[in-house]
T-cell receptor, first 112, second 112 residues
Framework: GESVGLHLPTLSVQEGDNSIINCAYS??????FIWYKQESGKGPQFIID?????DKRQGQRVTVLLNKTVKHLSLQIAATQPGDSAVYFC???????????FGTGTRLQVTL | KAGVTQTPRYLIKTRGQQVTLSCSPI?????VSWYQQTPGQGLQFLFE???????NKGNFPGRFSGRQFSNSRSEMNVSTLELGDSALYLC???????????FGEGSRLTVL
């Protein structure tokens, strides 16, 4: 199950550096946002989520920032590792996340 | 704990045929969603089932249908296959209305 294909924006970072992946969302009514990671041959894997009543949320090595004014979401990965190489998707929804709208994805390449 | 299981993983069909894909959610998860992933359109929501009822539906033609059984297992069916139906079909489950979706590895459908 390859993830979204050939013409994804690509972010290349060196191992140990911090990565920032950006996402612009479209629906001003969206109040729930999720970041997913998809490795080659696998389904998307939940990383972190945030609701619209927050502007920042931290997990283990990851931070999500939400700017509702400009409808922008970012995912920061600290001390990027080779295992972080994957395609990253943001997703948005209103309410219960019953019907997620996914972004087009960003491919993260970690160089040694 | 077993993850979301999708069968078959790969299949090839010809135009005009129909196909049925199966999804077994994580034990205890009552919500099952289906997504289509293609290089051109990315990840798109098909439908969600909860307690055997379709709770939400995406913008796909009526050729795409699904159902959920009393044990929460779900199937989706695509009739009168078209070349454009070639995609990775992903199933995801969650407990109820919590946001985290757990995805399976997908069923890769090729239509010739």
């Amino acid at each position: 199950g390859e993830s979204v294909g050939l013409h994804l924006p690509t972010l290349s970072v060196q191992e140990g550096d911090n990565s920032i992946i950006n996402c612009a969302y479209s629906n001003s009514a969206s109040d729930y946002f999720i970041w997913y990671k998809q490795e080659s041959g696998k389904g998307p894997q939940f990383i972190i989520d945030i609701r619209s009543n927050m502007d920042k949320r931290q997990g283990q090595r990851v931070t999500v920032l939400l700017n509702k004014t400009v409808k922008h979401l970012s995912l920061q990965i600290a001390a990027t590792q080779p295992g972080d190489s994957a395609v990253y998707f943001c997703a948005e929804d209103t309410g219960t996340a019953s019907k997620l709208t996914f972004g087009t994805g960003t491919r993260l390449q970690v160089t040694l | 704990k077993a993850g979301v299981t999708q069968t078959p993983r790969y299949l090839i069909k010809t135009r005009g045929q129909q196909v049925t894909l199966s999804c077994s959610p994580i034990s205890g998860h009552r919500s099952v969603s289906w997504y289509q992933q293609t290089p051109g359109q990315g990840l798109q929501f098909l439908f969600e089932y909860f307690s055997e009822t379709q709770r939400n539906k995406g913008n796909f033609p009526g050729r795409f249908s699904g159902r959920q059984f009393s044990n929460s297992r779900s199937e989706m069916n695509v009739s009168t296959l078209e070349l454009g139906d070639s995609a990775l079909y992903l199933c995801a489950s969650r407990i109820a209305n919590t946001g985290e979706l757990f995805f399976g590895e997908g069923s890769r459908l090729t239509v010739l």
